[in-house]
């Protein structure tokens, strides 16, 4: 009997620096194989993968549906990046709990702006992006 082979896992330095920043810089693969620009957002981290939301008319939602990676970055808007597998997901419990680690982790969403949340995933405000380690 052979063990499956173990899913991959973001780099433990990603991972050290994951759990103190307060932004990652993200971008797309576009249709002609060039990264697009690059931009920061708030996430969270939570069962071994990267989350954060966006709006569903996003270009890197739109991205994410044709199935493009993510680039991810922990130093900066210039690298280096590491490529990740994206997912949009519409699960309010997790929107709910990424909610509140938002606002543990960021003062305005404290306030209760830019905070995903069930309610703001079932009007179609956001959707959630889901990043996993690329194999």
Known sequence: MSAE???????????AQ???????HV?????????????PVW?????SAIWFSTSPTSNKA??????????VSVQGENGPFIKTRA????DGAMADRL????????????????????????KGEIVLVKLTPAP
């Open 5 to 15: 082979p173990a899913a991959p896992t973001f780099p433990a330095d990603v991972t």
């Open 99 to 122: 909610g509140t680690i938002y606002s543990d982790k960021y003062w305005i969403a404290w306030l209760g702006m830019f905070r995903p949340s069930r309610t703001r995933l079932e």
């Open 87 to 90: 997912e949009l997901l519409k």
């Open 43 to 47: 996430f969270a981290v939570a069962d």
């Open 27 to 39: 971008a797309t693969q576009r249709k002609d194989g060039a990264r697009s620009s690059v931009v």
């Open 62 to 71: 739109k991205r994410i549906q044709q199935g493009s990676l993510m680039f």
């Open 18 to 24: 994951l759990a103190t920043l307060k932004e990652i």
